[in-house]
Nanobody, 124 residues
Framework: QVQLVESGGGSVQAGNSLRLSCASS???????MGWFRQAPGKEREWVGN???????TIAESAKGRFTISRDNFKRSLWLQMNSLVPDDTAMYYC???????????????????WGQGTQVTVSS
């Protein structure tokens, strides 16, 4: 079972940036990778994907502010978050899907492996 480990979360003021990282224990070059987030009392929310072809799709709530990138050689995934707002406060998770090479918006059930999450808190 692949291990995914997120890092880079923290507490920031609105308007600032954070860059989340996700490191995989296994080769990811053939797999689609994604980011999700979950705020207290809310369902897990899709943030975006990046396919094995490097094509990224971002949720409307994050479009223009968040960017997803990957480096297959480093087995790593990143989520660059700019212009953060309090509504971005959540636990952020990276995920791997063995079922898709590339895709648009997906659901959490489309993913096979998950990290433990990293907390992002944005204060006003």
């Amino acid at each position: 079972q692949v291990q995914l480990v997120e890092s880079g979360g923290g507490s920031v003021q609105a308007g600032n940036s954070l860059r989340l990282s996700c490191a995989s224990s296994e080769d990811i070059h053939s797999y689609l990778m994604g980011w999700f987030r979950q705020a207290p009392g809310k369902e897990r929310e899709w943030v975006g994907n990046i396919g094995a072809d490097g094509r990224a799709t971002i949720a409307e709530s994050a479009k223009g502010r968040f960017t997803i990138s990957r480096d297959n050689f480093k087995r790593s995934l990143w989520l660059q978050m700019n212009s953060l707002v309090p509504d971005d406060t959540a636990m952020y998770y990276c995920a791997l899907s063995r079922r898709y090479y590339t895709a648009g918006a997906l659901q959490s059930t489309d993913f096979d492996s998950w990290g433990q999450g990293t907390q992002v808190t944005v204060s006003s």
